[in-house]
């Protein structure tokens, strides 16, 4: 059999798809925008058919473009478990779990979120950590089977994925012998007098640490952002700041880091979302980490 377009067309199609602009998809595929537009313009010459149409400054799918689409994605699931596969032919049989893990979620939650299945026998734990919005293009093209969160997947028609809340922990603060005992006297106006260390904007919890303090009218000095849960921990350690974590976690970061409880923050809760797809539900170990109703 021989077919006009490859593999490449319908990877750069989708990449346009996801993204809704050529300009888009040729910075997250590392490519210039007349290379990834000729690339669709060849699938759609292939296929005799327009896939994609001007939709304000972007672009969107036409009708032939929805369905390529939703058939792009099948043959990314096969190609993905071909390797997989193969690989597993006369060997011992394993049960492979792969999982993207949001930068803003603490790796100490983490660990506690996969313990369910982490006693599985011949288990192949697969750890991916990037941003949000890429891990869920990977679950998308199924190179991923489940995204941990601190928010659910946003609205949109082009990702045909669902979120779970497995539960929710409230925050408080912490601090190293350094910082200590100032911030836990006067609490919590002491933390307009110490240096505060927080997660960047791209973390859900910003936004109501910033409403937390703002409503006590501190204006604290803010002396590190961090867009990984593991370095803000790491910087705090070390004696930078008081920051901000989850009190479910409060007994591993006093024994761990020889951290200090400073106080709570009342009210600022850090949510935990299990993202993943339709055709992922079945997984065995997805049933074991949601035991309830599974992804929903």
């Known amino acids: ?85 193969v690989r597993d032919v006369g060997s011992t049989a394993t049960v492979r779990l792969a999982v993207g893990i949001s930068d803003g979620l603490s790796k100490l939650e983490v660990l506690d979120l996969l313990a369910p299945v982490l006693d599985t026998p011949r288990l192949r734990l697969l750890c991916h950590e990037g941003e949000f919005d890429d891990l869920l293009g990977e679950l998308a093209l199924h190179r991923l089977d489940v995204v941990l969160a601190d928010r659910p997947a946003p609205a949109n028609p082009n990702l045909r994925v669902y979120s779970h809340e497995l539960g929710h922990s409230p925050l408080a603060w912490f601090a190293a012998p350094r910082w200590a005992e100032a911030a836990q006297q006067n609490f919590p106006q002491s933390l307009a007098e110490v240096p505060l260390l927080l997660p960047t904007s791209h973390a859900a919890v910003r936004a109501p640490l ?59 809760v850090e949510p935990y979302f299990a993202i993943g797809t339709e055709r992922r539900v079945g997984h065995p170990l997805l049933k074991r980490l949601l035991p309830t109703r599974g992804l929903s």
Request: net charge neutral; glycine share 10%.
């Open 1 to 85: 059999m021989s077919l006009a377009f490859s593999y490449r067309h319908l990877y750069y199609f989708w990449a346009v798809a996801k993204e809704g602009s050529l300009t888009k998809a040729a910075e997250r595929l590392g490519l210039s925008v007349q290379t990834v537009s000729t690339q669709v313009k060849e699938l759609e010459q292939a296929l005799g058919a327009a896939l994609l149409k001007p939709a304000g400054r972007g672009l969107t799918l036409t009708d032939a473009g929805r369905v390529a689409l939703t058939q792009a994605e099948r043959i990314f699931e096969l190609g993905e478990a071909l390797p997989e596969r």
């Open 210 to 268: 910033e409403a937390w303090l703002e409503a006590r009218g501190l204006r604290p000095r803010i002396a590190g952002e961090f867009e990984d849960s593991a370095l803000l921990a790491t910087f705090g350690a070390a004696g930078m700041g008081v920051f901000p974590a989850s009190e479910r976690m409060q007994h591993k970061l006093l024994e761990r880091y020889g951290l200090a409880c400073v106080g709570p923050c009342e009210g600022v």
